[in-house]
């Protein structure tokens, strides 16, 4: 190699040395403008995911709330008649109508045709209140004057401690009673929109709701076979149906 050669190898190694620096340096700074921040790169994967739980969190709660029950009614099933007895202790004249009176049915008396009313009532004075049933002439007002039917009437039972729901109380009818035989009344809680009534061999009856309230009872009225009242009833459970009756002035 001359000396020409070898001066010129020389300086193409030293410019070479020169220009691989720079390109090394220029590609650096090429990659660190393309590397995103952290913060910018973990930015960019959280807001997806916080996205999609947001959606899975809404899909949930609506799944949730579609499968949730609604407040389950009392089931409607065959349970024993057991009632609190009506009697014929209090005189009309020591009762004070408070709601109703009710017609229940029409019947005819010895000398007369007599409609049986329930209604709630007091004694003006003492504490509490009562069912009753009585029995007066067709189109005579319910009063302390008017002539009752029968020798056991007003009938009559404490409302204290009854059921608060279901059959609250219930009056069979009877010979010399308010109510004729083969009629029974019952006072019902106001849920209840079917009553059926079951004889000691098992024969069923429906009530029929007269449509009106007394004391925040619906009042159901049923025909019933005389020497063999109803031992168990089926209560049906519904919406509130009516409105209390206009109360009596007192």
């Known amino acids: 190699m ?3 050669e070898r001066k010129l190898a020389e300086a193409l190694r030293g410019q070479a040395e020169e220009v691989t620096p720079n390109l090394d340096a220029a590609w650096a700074e090429q990659m660190r403008r393309q590397r995103k921040p952290l913060r910018r790169r973990l930015t960019v994967l959280i807001a997806p995911l916080a ?3 947001v959606v899975l969190t809404s899909v949930l709660l609506a799944t ?3 499968n949730d029950p609604a407040p ?7 349970e024993a008649l057991s009632l609190a007895k009506f009697v014929p202790i209090i005189p009309m004249k020591s009762l004070q109508v408070e709601n109703g009176p009710v017609a229940l049915t029409d019947f005819v008396g010895q000398s007369d045709t ?3 009313y329930a209604f709630s009532a007091f004694q003006p004075g003492v504490p509490g209140g009562f069912f009753c049933v009585a029995a007066v002439p067709v189109g005579q007002p319910l009063t302390v004057n008017t002539p009752l039917y029968g020798t056991k009437t007003p009938q009559c039972v404490s409302t204290d401690n009854l059921p608060s729901h279901g059959v609250r109380a219930g009056y069979v009818g009877e010979f010399g009673g308010p109510l ?7 006072f019902m809680d106001p849920t209840v929109r079917a009553l059926q009534l079951f004889a000691p061999n098992g024969d069923m009856t429906e009530a029929h709701s007269t449509g009106k309230r007394i004391s925040e009872s619906m009042v159901f009225v049923a ?5 063999a009242e109803p031992v168990r009833c089926r209560v049906i459970w519904g ?5 209390l009756t206009n109360p009596a002035s007192r």
Do not use: E, F, M
């Not at 389950?72 to 065959?78: L, S």
């Not at 004729?180 to 019952?186: E, L, M, Q």
């Open 2 to 4: 001359t000396d020409l």
């Open 51 to 53: 996205a999609v739980l």
């Open 64 to 66: 949730q709330l579609n």
């Open 72 to 78: 389950a009614q009392p089931a409607d099933r065959i």
């Open 114 to 116: 007599w409609t049986a």
């Open 180 to 186: 004729p035989p083969g009629k029974a009344v019952y």
């Open 223 to 227: 025909d019933v076979v005389p020497g």
């Open 239 to 243: 919406p509130l149906s009516s409105p």
